[in-house]
């Protein structure tokens, strides 16, 4: 018994001369000609994801605010702040706090996909509260 599988050719096969009859087609072009189908399937299908991505980087100082460096300032009780400072600054992180859980969802469907952005907003909003409740 004879067991034939097809594979996928690495190039696309030439069509038979249609002149010689003793040429035959390769009988594996159907795989190469759906592979490519799919790929480009898939690659419409990815694309929105990519502009997807940009949209976060508004979110950049969001991205690089460090809290452990904004709280050192608080640890030297020579030089603390004055409470109005001190008042604006929690002020501050809590409005951001806010905006940040108004302007990110916990998911969004982008294409064929669903992204949970819960972590990404959580993680961005703790930064936030630290200042804010400590």
Sequence with gaps: MLLKATVRPEYRPEEPNPLDKRELPDE??????EYSKLREVITKIIDPMEAYILTYNRFKNEYEFDPDKEMKQYEDPENW??????????????????????????EIICSVFKISTKVIRDMLVEKHKRIADA
Excluded: C, G, M, Q
């Excluded at 594996?28 to 000609?33: A, E, G, P």
């Excluded at 409470?83 to 600054?89: G, I, Q």
């Design 28 to 33: 594996n072009t159907w795989v190469f000609d």
């Design 81 to 106: 702040p004055e409470v109005d400072v001190l008042r604006s600054s929690i002020i501050f992180h809590r409005a951001e706090e806010e905006r940040l859980v108004k302007e990110i969802p916990e």
